[in-house]
């Protein structure tokens, strides 16, 4: 990992962040000093473990790493005062043009944007409602959800102080619509699980005049999800800023129609009396979330993909070459749709249970993670420092072969 010393300099090489570090320095704002102050390797003095993360965009590993140009935005950030309005103003019109869509805002993360964007659909630019939110007493108070989009994450609709509408089929939704019906939600990653798919989904909400919600959270890449679904006609969508985007892991982005959008940020800071004043954006993320987003678009997409399929082969190959091994590629089609990796082997021949084969992954140094159950084990390359997949592919053949 690079330490905070090697970063400034890094930095610093930087002709823009050069600048701004030289401008922040001579008007007093970052003293020299603190600047070149000893790195302190701070995961180390507090003991905590650091690890390569062959797993993905796992809130409990810390999401992803922000690539440089986000840091020292955020270094950036740190410099001067602003009125956190106007930025998310000017930030949300830019990131709009940029989505080719109505507006956006930089929300906190996707769950923050399903609250503040249902806030926003409920109560409108109504203050007093907003300020008797969660009671929605005289209030539309039903959210309909297909049952197979249901997950965890739907709390964020109730935080609002609404209720959960379940239904299966299109003929029971629109069975289901009434006169408290705020809003329709959509779970992108559970597109096939669910009877209704987005168009027709897109299509019953215009019908009754009900705003559609689509969760997106884990769907970039493809980059085109960024713009498919406010085209396809849905009122909101939201991402995570801090997943595939690799921008500030508290970040999101709320898109779409500019009535709801603004409706949704009067229950954002600075506002206080309000459901989401926990929920802030702070300057440095919202800059970041930005720039991350606009790094995003400017990626060789081909290339990155190229580079995961070549990491992956590598780590196959190296353990499918233990006798019994079966690695197998798998591209997930929604949500985290990356080259993925999913290794198992014949009890008989390799007799490691794949938990514990895990287990000494993680025990290892450096420590890895990954994912999986008692069947298999599961890896992606995408979060991961290059030159780690050697690392990778290697710990697993020794510990799948001292098995043998
Ligand atoms: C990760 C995730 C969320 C939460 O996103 P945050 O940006 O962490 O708030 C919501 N919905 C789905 C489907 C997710 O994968």
Redesign the pocket.
């Known amino acids: 990992m690079a330490t905070r010393r090697e970063l400034l300099k890094r930095l610093s090489a930087l002709p823009l962040v050069g600048g701004m570090f030289g401008t922040a320095v001579a008007s007093g704002q970052v003293s020299s000093a603190v600047l070149s102050a000893p790195a302190r390797d701070l995961f180390k003095e507090l003991g905590v473990r650091t690890f390569i993360n062959a797993a993905g965009?796992y809130?409990a590993m810390t999401?992803s790493l922000m690539p440089e140009e986000v840091i020292s935005t955020i270094v950036y950030g740190t410099s001067d005062y602003v009125n956190l309005d106007e930025l998310q103003d000017k930030v949300g019109e830019r990131i709009a043009e940029m989505l080719d869509c109505e507006y956006a805002t930089v929300?906190?993360?996707?769950?923050?944007?399903?609250t503040i964007g249902l806030a926003g659909v409920i109560a409108g630019m109504d203050t007093e409602k907003v300020a008797q939110m969660p009671d929605l007493t005289g209030m539309k108070d039903e959210v309909i959800v297909q049952k197979a989009h249901n997950?965890g994450?739907t709390h964020?609709l109730r935080n609002v102080g609404a209720k959960l509408v379940m239904v299966e089929t299109a003929k029971e939704l629109e069975k289901a619509i009434n006169k408290q019906t705020a809003m329709l939600w959509f779970?992108?990653?559970?597109v096939e699980q669910g009877q209704i798919k987005w168009e027709e989904f897109v299509a019953l909400g215009k019908k009754h005049n009900i705003p559609t919600f689509i969760?997106?959270?884990?769907?970039v890449p493809p980059v085109e999800n960024l713009f498919r679904f406010t085209k396809m006609g849905f009122d909101l969508v939201?991402?995570?800023?801090?997943?595939g985007l690799r921008g500030p892991?508290?970040?999101?982005l709320l898109l779409g129609k500019k009535d709801y959008i603004k409706a949704a940020r009067l229950h954002c800071p600075p506002r206080g009396s309000t459901i989401a004043r926990g929920m802030k954006v702070n300057k440095e993320e919202v800059l970041g979330m930005y720039v991350a987003l606009e790094s995003y678009l400017k990626k060789d997409h081909k290339k990155e993909w190229n580079l995961w399929e070549a990491q992956i082969e590598l780590i196959r190959s190296s353990a499918a070459a233990v006798d019994g091994v079966k690695a197998e590629v798998h591209v997930p089609e929604q949500?985290?749709h990356v080259p993925s990796l999913r290794i198992s082997w014949d009890n008989s021949k390799v007799k490691i249970s794949p938990d514990d084969a895990r287990k000494e992954l993680r025990m290892g140094h450096p420590s890895i993670e990954t994912v999986g159950n008692d069947e298999h084990i599961g890896i992606t390359t995408w979060m991961m420092k290059p030159g780690q997949e050697n690392i990778v592919a290697k710990r697993l053949k020794e510990i799948l072969s001292a098995a043998v």
Do not use: E, H, P, V
Not at 238 to 243: D, R, V
């Open positions: 965009t809130t999401g929300s906190s993360g996707a769950f923050g944007a399903m997950i994450y964020a779970l992108n990653a559970n969760d997106c959270a884990a769907d939201c991402f995570s800023g801090g997943k892991q508290s970040a999101g949500a985290n």
